[in-house]
């Protein structure tokens, strides 16, 4: 099967910095992508859906500016923490399809974000 | 090494029968288990969990039961309705749910009318 290759799989940033997360997608051509943020004992919550060589479309209550993402090409988008807060340390999940109507969707390994 | 395992791709069945989709796991570690429902050109949504201190749990026309002798988890949709078609995702976690979810492949079900 399609494999999507999400890195780092952990990161530890201080408060205030920015730290970048990239989704890959190795053997396909991913034309939209979803990031997710989890939380403990919940379930994912959708960040935005983003295609590629458009904006992103954020879900309600996301921070456009905090949580920057960008799909420059179709096997490859990058969520950017921007100014990390320690109440933003959280797995972050990428999910990433190919186009047409019934394609999968395949999902990274995860990000463990952690910020001190 | 696939930790999550769902076998059957895809699963074909009648509008108002069972549908039963099964997920397999090798990490005696994870203890906690949820579903996700995920329609074409929409990201996976989140369907029912469960924890492995319970065998099985129930939300309106979604069963999941825990096998953890077997390392096996099923999720049951009775009556199986058209809408329900779409791509259902397993994922575990460690740790109640704190650690990251590893999810299946998927299976595909379609209920035809």
């Known amino acids: 099967g399609a494999v999507v290759s999400q890195h780092p799989s952990r990161v530890i940033c201080k408060s205030g910095t920015s730290v970048k997360i990239e989704c890959r997608s190795l053997?396909?051509?991913?034309?939209?992508m979803f990031w997710y943020r989890q939380f403990p004992k919940k379930s994912l919550m959708l960040m935005a859906t983003?295609?590629?060589?458009?904006?992103?479309?954020?879900e309600q209550g996301v921070e456009k500016d905090k949580f920057l993402i960008n799909h420059a090409s179709l096997t490859l988008s990058t969520l950017t923490v921007t100014s990390a807060h320690p109440e933003d340390s959280s797995f972050y999940i990428c999910?990433?399809?190919?186009?047409?109507?019934?394609?999968?969707?395949?999902f990274g390994q995860g990000t463990r974000l952690t910020v001190v | 090494d696939q930790q999550v395992k769902q076998n059957s791709p895809s699963l074909s069945v009648q509008e108002g029968r069972i549908s039963i989709l099964n997920c397999d796991y090798t990490n005696s570690m994870f203890d906690y288990f949820l579903w996700y429902k995920k329609y074409p050109a929409e990201g996976p949504t989140f369907l029912i969990s469960?924890?492995?201190?319970?065998d099985k749990n129930e939300d309106g026309r979604f069963t999941v039961f825990l096998n953890k002798s077997a390392k096996h988890l099923s999720l049951h949709i009775v009556p199986s309705q058209p809408g329900d078609s779409a791509v259902y995702f397993c994922a575990a976690s460690v740790q109640g749910g704190s650690e990251k979810l590893v999810f299946g492949k998927g299976t595909k079900l379609t209920v035809n009318p």
């Open positions: 983003s295609n590629e060589g458009s904006k992103a479309t954020y």
């Open positions: 469960i924890s492995s201190i319970k």
């Open positions: 053997d396909f051509q991913a034309t939209t």
């Open positions: 999910s990433a399809q190919g186009p047409g109507q019934n394609t999968e969707a395949f």
